[in-house]
């Protein structure tokens, strides 16, 4: 459960990341005190910043130079990777096609996922069946997407291996059936700068993108570093901003680690309002369980939690193909 959190902790994480696949992890002090803060930081706020994450900072910006550049082209380029039910909703989308709780999102994105085939899962995942379309423009958008897709899954694992052991358990609790095939979403977003101003002093139409709690287990955000617009709601309902910090990632949990925890951990409510005149981008990896992943909470959780399962178990894969199916206005 959230509390009244006023601002979203800063952790150094290099100690975790170097050793957590040393199962004595926890007799190193570093290691422990990384953990104690991750325990506090998903209790209290379910947002941490980190840094010491071992991805490279220019990596990190040419990953959101390069999103500046396609999202500058001509519509016509864009649309040449448009997104629709025929792609499994994998491509490009312009500005006011997703939709948030019934509300016109004010970004463009392209989409994309773990690649599937049909019938795997026995057609759970056949509404996302395809390749993921990325774009020609700029020339190497792909290659350099791919690179980081494998930083961002190796480094997720890593810090869900530091949350395994902040909640009592095993270092690789998490894996196996759970997220030992991690299924991944990566949404490439631009927001248009703010424009016209309103009576109470907020652009108009400026929602860019609707409260909402992420899916899955784990989500990293790399934002640009000169505009902030990312907001988490507290406890008393305040909307904290997650002011950007060069050389971080903003992680927050979702949806299936809230109900594997049985509530322990919350999956806080955030949205995206871009008050600057520029345009900004943002590209947030979502780490998440096994596709067909049955998640109900933890044993250890139960204990934790008076022993009552407070949460319905949820299949992840139902969930998230039954969430972008109403995600879009067509």
């Given at each position: 459960?959230?509390?009244?959190?006023q601002s979203?902790?800063l952790?150094?994480?290099s100690?975790?990341v170097a050793k957590?696949?040393?199962?004595n992890?926890?007799?190193?002090?570093?290691?422990?005190e990384?953990v104690?803060?991750?325990?506090?930081a998903?209790?209290d706020?379910?947002?941490?910043y980190v840094?010491?994450?071992?991805?490279?900072d220019?990596?990190?910006?040419?990953v959101r130079?390069?999103?500046?550049?396609?999202?500058a082209l001509?519509?016509?380029?864009?649309?040449?990777i448009?997104?629709?039910?025929?792609?499994?909703?994998?491509?490009?989308?312009r500005?006011?096609?997703?939709?948030?709780k019934?509300?016109?999102?004010?970004?463009?994105?392209?989409d994309?996922y773990?690649?599937l085939?049909?019938g795997?899962?026995?057609?759970?995942?056949?509404?996302?069946?395809g390749?993921?379309?990325w774009?020609?423009?700029?020339?190497?958008f792909k290659?350099?997407?791919?690179?980081?897709?494998?930083?961002?899954?190796?480094l997720?694992?890593?810090?869900?291996?530091?949350i395994?052991?902040?909640?009592?358990?095993?270092?690789?609790?998490?894996?196996?059936?759970?997220?030992?095939?991690?299924?991944?979403v990566?949404?490439?977003?631009?927001?248009?700068?703010?424009?016209s101003?309103?009576?109470e002093?907020?652009?108009?139409?400026?929602?860019?993108?609707?409260?909402?709690?992420?899916?899955g287990?784990l989500?990293?955000v790399?934002?640009?570093?000169?505009k902030?617009a990312l907001?988490?709601?507290?406890?008393?309902g305040?909307?904290?901003s997650a002011?950007?910090?060069?050389?971080?990632f903003?992680?927050?949990?979702?949806?299936?680690?809230?109900?594997?925890?049985?509530?322990?951990?919350e999956?806080t409510?955030?949205?995206v309002?871009?008050?600057?005149?520029k345009?900004?981008?943002?590209?947030?990896?979502?780490?998440?369980?096994?596709?067909?992943?049955?998640?109900?909470?933890?044993?250890m959780?139960?204990?934790?939690?008076?022993g009552?399962?407070k949460?319905?178990?949820?299949?992840y894969?139902?969930?998230?193909?039954?969430?972008?199916l109403t995600?879009?206005?067509?």
């Amino acid at each position: 459960m959230t509390t009244n959190f006023q601002s979203i902790p800063l952790i150094d994480i290099s100690s975790l990341v170097a050793k957590c696949d040393d199962p004595n992890a926890m007799k190193d002090k570093d290691v422990a005190e990384v953990v104690r803060l991750l325990d506090r930081a998903c209790r209290d706020a379910g947002f941490f910043y980190v840094k010491g994450h071992g991805i490279p900072d220019s990596l990190i910006k040419e990953v959101r130079d390069i999103t500046h550049e396609f999202f500058a082209l001509p519509y016509e380029e864009k649309l040449k990777i448009k997104l629709s039910a025929d792609t499994g909703y994998r491509g490009y989308q312009r500005v006011g096609e997703n939709i948030t709780k019934g509300i016109p999102d004010k970004h463009e994105a392209i989409d994309c996922y773990t690649e599937l085939t049909k019938g795997m899962y026995g057609g759970l995942g056949d509404p996302l069946v395809g390749a993921n379309k990325w774009p020609t423009v700029p020339p190497n958008f792909k290659k350099l997407m791919e690179e980081y897709l494998v930083l961002c899954t190796e480094l997720s694992r890593k810090i869900m291996r530091g949350i395994a052991l902040a909640l009592g358990g095993s270092v690789d609790e998490f894996e196996g059936k759970i997220a030992g095939d991690p299924f991944w979403v990566l949404r490439i977003i631009g927001y248009p700068g703010a424009t016209s101003i309103s009576d109470e002093g907020l652009p108009k139409n400026d929602i860019g993108c609707g409260a909402h709690t992420d899916y899955g287990l784990l989500t990293l955000v790399n934002q640009d570093d000169d505009k902030t617009a990312l907001q988490v709601r507290n406890l008393s309902g305040e909307w904290i901003s997650a002011v950007p910090i060069p050389g971080t990632f903003v992680c927050n949990i979702g949806d299936m680690l809230k109900i594997l925890t049985n509530g322990v951990y919350e999956s806080t409510l955030h949205r995206v309002i871009n008050n600057s005149p520029k345009f900004r981008v943002c590209v947030a990896y979502f780490y998440e369980t096994n596709f067909d992943a049955v998640i109900s909470p933890l044993d250890m959780c139960l204990k934790k939690t008076g022993g009552n399962k407070k949460l319905e178990t949820a299949v992840y894969g139902e969930h998230l193909v039954s969430k972008v199916l109403t995600n879009f206005t067509y």
